[in-house]
């Protein structure tokens, strides 16, 4: 029997892409993760992480593990919620990202309201930088967003790359400026594919802006251009454009859940605890975000 305690560090450490990270979003020693890791690994009888001064990669066996890892964490929380008896009452205002519009944060959200019925929970979706303005003036209590690697606000969900994504026959032109489909500022993904192309000298053009994720879907599938976005949380029909042409790197994001100075108890902690107990669903694995 795997121990959910060490299958939650080996989850947070493939998410985050390292020990010091995952130990800090758990709040944990990183020796204490790294003992949960070995002694999953002695269970197994597998080695699941390559490990060296610079990196830390999954095995082929650690791979495997992932799945069962989430299957299993999945239905611990999952009894857990059944038996539980919740006495927790109250509002809590939640903000969520675009990017997880068409992820399983809606079947977490169902299964935090049928654990907690005596709170009411209010979504706001929206981009990043808007959801941090309006958690800072006491809108919203609780904000489940994207910052800046290495960014120190909020905790730490996981670490992903920002990637170039678009249609399956899309064809970038190194001699036409770059179609760009983005976000309106303050978009975070809007700032970064900028930056890039003006630090690579790459010509650009914005090709169409949408406040939804359904609408920039809708203008990558007609192919007016590339999309910006985070790796594993590619939205259907769309595809990694790795070997186009004249395609700057767009480096790494990471997601982090925030709250708000004043609502860092009751509801929006049970909330924030929920989410992160699910965060491997919200994260979907980058194999199967290809087509």
Request: proline content about 7%; some cysteine.
């Amino acid at each position: 029997m795997f121990d959910p305690v060490q299958l939650r560090s080996f989850l947070a450490v493939a998410q985050t892409g390292g020990f010091t990270r995952a130990a800090q979003r758990l709040g944990l020693r990183q020796s204490t993760v790294s003992q949960h890791v070995r002694r999953l690994e002695t269970a197994a009888d597998r080695r699941l992480f390559l490990r060296d001064t610079h990196s830390v990669q999954l095995t082929s066996e650690g791979e495997a593990m992932l799945g069962f890892a989430r299957t299993i964490l999945e239905a611990h929380e999952q009894a857990l919620g059944y038996f539980a008896q919740t006495q927790v009452r109250g509002r809590v205002r939640f903000g969520a990202s675009e990017d997880f519009a068409h992820t399983e944060l809606p079947q977490i959200l169902r299964s935090f309201r049928r654990s907690n019925p005596q709170v009411d929970l209010e979504l706001t979706v929206g981009l990043s930088a808007v959801l941090y303005e309006q958690l800072t003036d006491g809108r919203l209590d609780l904000v489940l967003g994207k910052r800046p690697p290495g960014g120190s606000q909020g905790q730490l969900v996981w670490q992903d790359k920002l990637v170039w994504i678009g249609a399956e026959d899309f064809r970038t032109d190194p001699a036409e400026p770059l179609p760009l489909i983005v976000y309106p500022p303050p978009s975070f993904t809007r700032v970064r594919a900028l930056e890039v192309c003006e630090r690579d000298g790459r010509p650009w053009r914005i090709a169409c802006t949408s406040t939804s994720l359904s609408g920039v879907r809708a203008a990558a599938l007609a192919g007016l251009g590339v999309v910006p976005h985070a790796r594993s949380l590619i939205p259907s029909g769309l595809r990694m454009l790795p070997d186009q042409p004249g395609l700057p790197n767009l480096g790494t994001t990471e997601f982090a859940l925030t709250t708000g100075r004043t609502t860092a108890r009751g509801p929006a902690r049970v909330l924030a605890q929920a989410v992160l107990a699910d965060a491997f669903r919200l994260q979907r694995a980058p194999e199967r975000a290809q087509p």
